[in-house]
């Protein structure tokens, strides 16, 4: 088993929809989840990251956490082309590992 | 506030030749992270390191490969003899020295062409 499972891709949604990324990870003592933005020939960018049960908005991003089922999710409503990228799923331990799913590339489609 | 700065940018070795890859961390942050991600895959987990001290070598290769992080200076990724399996884009990661529960943020990364 993986220790970051990220849901199979390519995803495509239509520019305006909701796109949904999930994440399951396999240490239960991990503390810190964060998702990263990369496009193509490009370093990952930051984008959400979430430390505690629930929800957390940022503008069109939400990112959910659910420790229990230790599954994290990324949110993205009203799709946009520029949104088109690879999402990846970190997860990071307290010792200060941090592993990366191997990421779900996002397509919008005008 | 520059950010995590990798250089170089891009790097052309021949097989067997020796490969340096050097990160310098964002100011104020101690601890280092490489990454190695192969064309088409996902970022593997390299090294871990703080200053003077490896933390997490868990993901590097058993031979040529090394890392530093030294009290002074940049991180060093030394990949010697290099082969055709090592072309891949390396990434450095810097955080700030306050555990586990803080964000990482990337280089732009060292694209390895081994020839």
């Known amino acids: 088993q993986k220790e970051v499972e990220q849901n199979s891709g390519p995803l495509s949604v239509p520019e305006g929809a909701i796109a949904s990324l999930n994440c399951t990870y396999s240490?239960?003592?991990?503390?810190?989840f964060f998702w990263y933005r990369q496009y193509s020939g490009k370093s990952p960018e930051l984008i959400m990251s979430?430390?505690?049960?629930g929800d957390k908005e940022d503008g069109r991003f939400t990112a959910q956490l659910n420790k229990a089922s230790q599954y994290v999710s990324l949110l993205i409503r009203d799709s946009q082309p520029s949104d088109s990228a690879t999402y990846l799923c970190a997860v990071k331990t307290n010792a200060g590992k941090s592993t990366f799913g191997d990421g779900t590339t996002l397509t919008v489609k005008p | 506030n520059a950010g995590v700065m990798q250089n170089p940018r891009h790097l052309v070795r021949r097989r067997g030749q020796e490969a340096r890859l050097r990160c310098s961390p964002m100011?104020?942050?101690?601890?280092v992270y490489w990454y190695r991600q192969l064309p088409e895959e996902g970022l593997k987990f390299m090294v871990y390191?703080?200053?003077?001290?490896?933390?997490?070598e868990s993901g590097m290769p058993k031979e040529r490969f090394s890392a530093e992080f030294p009290k002074e200076g940049p991180s060093i990724l030394r990949i010697q003899q290099v082969v055709r399996g090592d072309s891949a884009a390396y990434f450095c990661?810097?955080?700030?020295?306050?555990?586990?529960?803080?964000?990482?943020?990337f280089g732009q990364g060292t694209r390895l062409t081994v020839v």
């Open positions: 979430i430390y505690s049960n």
């Open positions: 390191l703080q200053k003077e001290n490896i933390i997490d």
């Open positions: 990661a810097s955080s700030p020295p306050s555990g586990g529960n803080t964000e990482a943020f």
């Open positions: 240490d239960r003592g991990s503390q810190s």
């Open positions: 100011k104020g942050h101690s601890h």
